[in-house]
């Protein structure tokens, strides 16, 4: 061996298993492992003018920000509109997201709401109308109510909680579904504090 350092050469060295990463360099997977996701509710107060939806939306495109859910709605003040997004994403995820809305022009103010939050969807659900009687008994399990009949179908509103909605559509089914139509998540704090 000339001017080396002693050992065996590359070719006959052992390397050890698992990815690595662009550099060649081994990733631990204990170390990789990714943060886990959580859903979050965020509140953008943001103007009442054309295009701000679709900011928001290109944001969240761009940045790869995985929306679950989003609804828009004018509130109190003409000039001001409030957007709630639902969004699942690890830790550092919402964390990106908050500051990224809140750079935004049109956005005056972002929070993300508390667990306990009064979170609430609507859904039409149109099924089959061979059984309006049974249809209509399903919907007031729901506290839901009959909005449409026909000799072909029957169309029931059911607003609650997402897991509410969930078991509602799951219970439908037996009838069988011909539509469905969700509202998204719509999201106010408890109590006297403020959403945004």
Do not use: C, W
């Not at 965020?42 to 939806?53: F, I, Q, T």
């Not at 609507?122 to 839901?144: C, F, H, N, R, T």
């Not at 969930?166 to 219970?171: G, I, R």
């Amino acid at each position: 061996m000339s001017g080396g350092l002693e050992g065996p050469a590359p070719e006959e060295r052992e390397t050890p298993e698992g990815r690595r990463n662009s550099q060649g360099i081994r990733i631990d997977p204990e170390v990789e492992a990714e943060p886990e996701a959580r859903r979050a509710v965020l509140s953008a107060l943001v103007k009442h003018e054309p295009g701000v939806l679709a900011n928001i939306s290109g944001l969240f495109r761009r940045r790869q920000f995985n929306i679950e859910s989003l609804t828009v709605g004018p509130t109190t003040d003409p000039d001001r509109a409030r957007i709630t997004l639902e969004i699942e994403e690890p830790e550092p995820g919402i964390e990106q997201a908050k500051k990224q809305l809140q750079k935004l022009v049109p956005v005056i103010a972002v929070t993300e709401l508390e667990p306990e939050a009064i979170r609430r969807e609507l859904a039409l659900i149109k099924v089959d109308g061979s059984a309006p009687d049974q249809v209509g008994a399903v919907a007031e399990m729901y506290d839901g109510k009959t909005v449409d009949v026909s000799q072909e179908s029957v169309t029931v509103e059911i607003t609650g909680s997402e897991q509410k909605i969930d078991a509602a559509v799951e219970t439908f089914g037996r009838f069988g579904i011909h539509e469905i139509v969700r509202t998204g998540t719509a999201a106010l704090e408890r109590g006297t504090r403020k959403t945004t």
